[in-house]
């Protein structure tokens, strides 16, 4: 009986195809109210949620043309991202469509980026929407300038030899609020030179 009831627990967990919506005015504080209406993976804690992009709608996807083999004449050439970037034209009408889909009670297309889940920077695939998803500029704390802060710091790890892409890639679309937890403030530790004791 413990086993059914269990079974269907996830199953009303992952079954459901209903975003968390922030409801909340550009600067606000969003809360992880309504966090249980999207699918999320096991995983996840239920206070990132809010932050992040629907995994049934954007999971996240992978540039096929970018490999741990070749990341040396890739992603990690200066000017790499710029070239492969879909035009402002494709990704604004792709952000439209999506904020109705998310059910944004703000409209407005300036308070929201349209994002990269797995940033060109790392390997993402530049125009798949299952990769792209309209992040809120101004929520606190995890918002779209915070995340690009990480995609630096693993495009770094990445290109230096101290992660794998695949680990980096995986990582980020998971939930691009853990990794940030988990490799900015070593990353930024080991960038911090420690002054010599007197």
Request: hydrophobic fraction near 35%; charge should be negative; include cysteine.
């Amino acid at each position: 009986m413990k086993k059914i009831i269990a079974l269907m627990a996830l199953f009303l967990l992952f079954g459901c195809s209903t975003p968390p919506v922030p409801t909340a005015a550009p600067g606000a504080t969003v809360t992880p109210s309504g966090s249980a209406q999207s699918p999320v993976p096991a995983a996840v804690p239920t206070e990132d949620v809010p932050f992040l992009p629907n995994p049934a709608w954007q999971p996240g996807a992978n540039n096929p043309d970018v490999t741990q083999d070749n990341i040396q004449t890739t992603i990690c050439v200066s000017g790499y991202s710029s070239k492969i970037r879909p035009p402002v034209s494709y990704t604004d009408k792709l952000k439209k469509k999506q904020i109705v889909q998310y059910g944004y009670t703000d409209t407005n297309l300036a308070d929201y980026e349209e994002d990269h889940l797995v940033s060109l920077e790392i390997g993402g695939h530049p125009t798949d929407p299952q990769n792209l998803w309209p992040q809120p500029r101004h929520t606190q704390p995890w918002n779209a300038s915070i995340k690009d802060t990480v995609e630096n710091v693993l495009h770094g790890m990445i290109c230096s030899g101290q992660l794998p892409l695949d680990t980096a890639r995986q990582a980020i679309a998971t939930d691009w609020v853990a990794a940030y937890q988990k490799y900015v403030p070593h990353s930024l530790f080991a960038l911090t030179p420690v002054p010599p004791e007197p």
